[in-house]
């Protein structure tokens, strides 16, 4: 008896031994696959949910996710409204969630600062897109391109649609969003040097939210109060096609609008005159290239000028103080809008 005691002993010892092992393992949300490899979750954090821009960043999220079944699990999350303390909720819920990369797209990069710090002390992968400020926090920031020259390209568009001369207004998703408010400095600073008789009628941008109606009810007060307005320029697809959809009703083509824009969107309005220049980047696609780099990481790939992150403009990325840019602006532009060009 005493051996058989001693055997079933043996036993439940070596139970516990592999159970303190399984508990010693990398964290459980690397699931197992049937070919012996990890699966890796990565979650997209986008600014607001339901709107055009970010569903189209959802198509890369799943494009992604799609082709790498098997070794990764990758969705796109965003808070309703855009409210950044949703959003920073949303990453304290991922971080007790034990996910493997996060990838965000700020609302507020300051409000958003300490939980990237907390994810990163937990050894979850941060990569983040529209916030090149949080560069010393985060894993690696995305950038479609440089954020001082596309909005100097915003801003000089707007001089020559406006003759360069007149009053003008703009508008930005919000005063706390990076690349907005990054376009919007280097845009007025280029006015300022380069077209003395173009006047801004605010010190500070409009911010509409990323939202349909408030960017439609500023647009109204906009037009209302400055009857000789020659000039808007949004930083957000809201601000545009909502300044753009005023005029139409009003038909009225003496106001230029430049905006940030979407094809499906600000098309219409660019060929009916109502819009005189867009520009943009496709959402999929750095949807798509931030998760791949977070996938990178993870499955222990060297991070180096000129990889390619599998998407069109960041086939061969630079990087700059852990800042990836890629090489993708695109312009829009009225008799360009063939049918089938633009997925988006």
């Keep these: 008896m005493k051996r058989y005691s001693r055997r079933i002993l043996a036993f439940i010892s070596l139970l516990m031994i592999l159970s303190l092992v399984a508990a010693c393992s990398p964290k459980g949300n690397n ?11 990565i979650v997209m954090v986008a600014k607001h949910e339901g709107i055009p821009w970010f569903d189209d960043m959802r198509k890369g999220v799943e494009e992604f996710n799609n082709e790498y079944k098997g070794k990764v699990k990758a969705w796109q999350i965003a808070p309703e ?7 920073v909720q949303m ?18 990069p300051d409000a958003m600062r300490p939980v990237l710090e907390r994810a990163k002390e937990k050894g979850i992968i941060i990569i983040s897109h529209e916030a090149a400020g949080l560069a010393d926090v985060v894993d690696y920031d995305v950038e479609a391109f440089d954020n001082k020259s596309f909005g100097v390209l915003m801003f000089d568009e ?13 508008m ?12 919007y400095n280097a ?3 280029h006015i300022k040097a380069n077209y003395p008789d ?3 009628i605010s010190e500070q941008p409009y911010e509409d939210k990323n939202d349909d109606k408030i960017a439609r009810d500023k647009a109204l007060e906009i037009l209302n109060a400055h009857p000789d307005l020659q000039g808007f320029v949004g930083t957000s697809v809201s601000a545009g096609s909502n300044m753009a959809s005023v005029l139409k009703e009003r038909n009225n083509t003496d106001v230029k609008v430049v905006s940030l824009g979407i094809p499906s969107v600000s098309g219409p309005y660019l060929e009916d005159g109502f819009m005189a220049h867009a520009q943009t980047w496709r959402p999929a696609d750095v949807g798509y290239a ?11 790939e060297e991070i180096k000028d000129g990889i390619d992150l599998g998407r069109p403009g960041y086939e061969s990325i630079k990087i700059t103080d852990k800042v990836v840019y890629g090489n993708a602006p695109l312009e829009l532009k009225k008799g360009t809008f063939e049918p089938g060009k633009y997925p988006f």
């Design 158 to 170: 707007l001089a020559k649609a406006m003759g360069g001369k007149g009053k003008f207004a703009a």
């Design 91 to 108: 990453v304290e819920d991922l971080i007790a969630q034990g996910v493997d990369a996060i990838a965000v797209v700020p609302n507020d």
């Design 81 to 87: 409204g855009g409210d950044p303390a949703k959003q």
């Design 290 to 300: 931030s998760v791949n780099l977070a996938y990178k990481i993870l499955a222990g």
């Design 172 to 183: 930005v998703g919000g005063l706390t969003m990076e690349t907005h408010m990054e376009w």
């Design 198 to 200: 173009m006047t801004p």
């Design 31 to 41: 699931q197992s696959a049937s070919d012996g490899e990890d699966v890796f979750e």
């Design 187 to 189: 845009g007025v600073e």
